[in-house]
């Protein structure tokens, strides 16, 4: 019997449901609450589930370019090793007046990691998602160096300094879309899966008492004490209002994307679970992430059997 009729026979006696799933991923923006999607990325690849293409905004377009690019297991090591003085050090903290972080250090990190990656030339379909603020437009990066796109993407304005391309400025993409499952490559019979890691919060907002318990040392957490002296009558301050206010439109953005692209399966991960900047929890949120996504590949696989 030749080789090829040997193949086909047992594709034909193979059970559909253990056949390879192709998946089209969508990982959103959220700090560091998108370490999440490498324990969801791990989950989906325990159970068979493969991925075709990836698109991403800013903590999402950086975890899905790494994997992209086969680099994500290098990567997770090193975030994971990471300690709140390591993620301090790593801040490298400017006094511009449009950031507080210059980004270098960061960027250093990952052309080591990525040694010159392009997207173009990636095994795995690959968008990353900026806002030109220049044009007041979305950016797609789906050609050109990988870091530098990862690096316009996760550009949080204020935070981190820009990244400027010529005549234009960039930065994150959730300013525009957060969760660009309009934006993802897609190939026939694919499953559309989506990862949004600043879903609406588990509890009512309160005010101070939401953010203070993440901001306790350091540049951010001296900020915090000052913003505490300069209380409105509602109990906020400009750090908390702000947050709060951005919270708010990112996930208005988010869920006008989701109703009009409706995903095969979507995993929320509420915005209050971890905070933007608790990088030195990632080995915690990794293992949070994987979890969510196997409880929520049960609820999917007895949906669809």
Same mark, same amino acid.
């Given at each position: 019997?030749?080789?090829?009729?040997?193949?086909?026979?047992?594709?034909?006696?193979?059970?559909?449901?253990?056949?390879?799933?192709?998946?089209?991923?969508?990982?959103?923006?959220?700090?560091?609450?998108?370490?999440?999607?490498?324990?969801?990325?791990?989950?989906?690849?325990?159970?068979?589930?493969?991925?075709?293409?990836?698109?991403?905004?800013s903590i999402g377009a950086l975890v899905g370019?790494?994997?992209?690019?086969?680099?994500?297991?290098?990567?997770?090591?090193?975030?994971?090793?990471?300690?709140?003085?390591?993620?301090?050090?790593?801040?490298?903290?400017?006094?511009?007046?449009?950031?507080?972080?210059?980004?270098?250090?960061?960027? !250093?990190?990952?052309?080591?990691?990525?040694?010159?990656?392009?997207?173009?030339?990636?095994?795995?379909?690959?968008?990353?998602?900026?806002?030109?603020?220049?044009?007041?437009?979305?950016?797609?990066?789906?050609?050109?160096?990988?870091?530098?796109?990862?690096?316009?993407?996760?550009?949080?304005?204020?935070?981190?300094?820009?990244?400027?391309?010529?005549?234009?400025?960039?930065?994150?993409? !959730?300013?525009?879309?957060?969760?660009?499952?309009?934006?993802?490559?897609?190939?026939?019979?694919?499953?559309?899966?989506?990862?949004?890691?600043?879903?609406?919060?588990?509890?009512?907002?309160?005010?101070?008492?939401?953010?203070?318990?993440?901001?306790?040392?350091?540049?951010?957490?001296?900020?915090r004490r000052r913003a505490n002296n300069i209380?409105?009558?509602?109990?906020?301050?400009?750090?908390?209002?702000?947050?709060?206010?951005?919270?708010?439109?990112?996930?208005?953005?988010?869920?006008?994307?989701?109703?009009?692209?409706?995903?095969?399966?979507?995993?929320?991960?509420?915005?209050?679970?971890?905070?933007?900047?608790?990088?030195?929890?990632?080995?915690?949120?990794?293992?949070?992430?994987?979890?969510?996504?196997?409880?929520?590949?049960?609820?999917?696989?007895?949906?669809?059997?």
């Amino acid at each position: 019997m030749k080789i090829k009729q040997i193949i086909k026979n047992n594709l034909q006696d193979t059970p559909p449901a253990e056949l390879p799933r192709n998946v089209a991923l969508v990982l959103s923006g959220g700090g560091a609450r998108g370490f999440a999607h490498i324990g969801a990325i791990r989950e989906l690849e325990q159970r068979g589930y493969r991925i075709t293409s990836i698109a991403g905004t800013s903590i999402g377009a950086l975890v899905g370019g790494f994997y992209a690019a086969g680099k994500l297991d290098e990567f997770t090591e090193w975030i994971i090793s990471l300690k709140k003085k390591n993620v301090f050090n790593m801040m490298d903290f400017s006094l511009s007046m449009d950031h507080m972080m210059k980004g270098k250090r960061l960027m !250093g990190k990952m052309k080591t990691i990525l040694i010159g990656a392009r997207i173009e030339a990636l095994p795995i379909p690959f968008c990353a998602v900026a806002t030109n603020i220049t044009t007041g437009k979305e950016q797609l990066f789906r050609s050109g160096d990988l870091a530098t796109a990862i690096r316009a993407s996760i550009s949080l304005p204020g935070l981190m300094r820009p990244v400027i391309i010529g005549e234009h400025i960039f930065v994150d993409g !959730g300013v525009i879309n957060q969760m660009p499952l309009n934006r993802v490559v897609r190939t026939e019979g694919d499953l559309l899966f989506g990862i949004d890691v600043s879903a609406p919060s588990e509890h009512n907002y309160d005010g101070l008492k939401n953010y203070n318990r993440h901001y306790s040392g350091g540049f951010l957490g001296e900020m915090r004490r000052r913003a505490n002296n300069i209380r409105s009558k509602a109990g906020q301050n400009y750090v908390s209002l702000g947050m709060r206010v951005s919270e708010l439109a990112i996930q208005s953005n988010a869920a006008l994307t989701k109703k009009l692209n409706p995903p095969d399966l979507l995993l929320e991960i509420p915005c209050d679970r971890y905070n933007t900047l608790e990088f030195d929890r990632a080995a915690e949120i990794i293992e949070r992430g994987q979890q969510d996504m196997a409880a929520k590949l049960d609820e999917f696989e007895k949906q669809t059997r």
